[in-house]
């Protein structure tokens, strides 16, 4: 069992920063994908990015890319999500997940934190 838990969620003007970060607990993340989504009111979870553990490949939706850096922290078993110039319509309830194999589907995710919300004012 991996325990998942998000942190570094909050309300930013547009343009400014963000880094979310991912705790994970229970085992190491070696094996796993990890992947960060969000849910904005009354739309569906959508995935942003993603990083398996063990190779380090990295993967963004386009509407992030550039814009967004997934890295991890092995000493801290921490996958973290770097925003930068941040949008009014990146508004959301930001999730991250893990699974054993790659995908964007959110519900073939195994494990998900409680998520962190993240308001950015135009």
């Known amino acids: 069992q991996v325990q998942l838990v998000e942190s570094g969620g909050g309300l930013v003007q547009a343009g400014a920063s963000l880094r979310l970060s991912c705790a994970a607990s229970?085992?190491?993340?070696?094996?796993?994908?990890v992947g960060w989504f969000r849910q904005a009111p009354g739309k569906e979870r959508e995935f942003l990015s993603s990083?398996?553990?063990?190779?380090?490949?990295?993967d963004y939706v386009a509407s992030v890319k550039g814009r967004f850096t997934i890295s991890r922290d092995n000493a801290k078993n921490t996958v973290n999500l770097q925003m930068n110039s941040l949008k009014p319509e990146d508004t959301a309830v930001y999730y991250c997940?893990?699974?054993?194999?790659?995908?964007?589907?959110?519900?073939?995710?195994?494990?998900w934190g409680q998520g962190t919300q993240v308001t950015v004012s135009s």
């Open positions: 997940a893990a699974r054993s194999m790659w995908t964007i589907t959110p519900t073939k995710y195994d494990y």
């Open positions: 229970g085992r190491t993340l070696s094996g796993y994908v």
């Open positions: 990083l398996n553990w063990s190779s380090g490949t990295t």
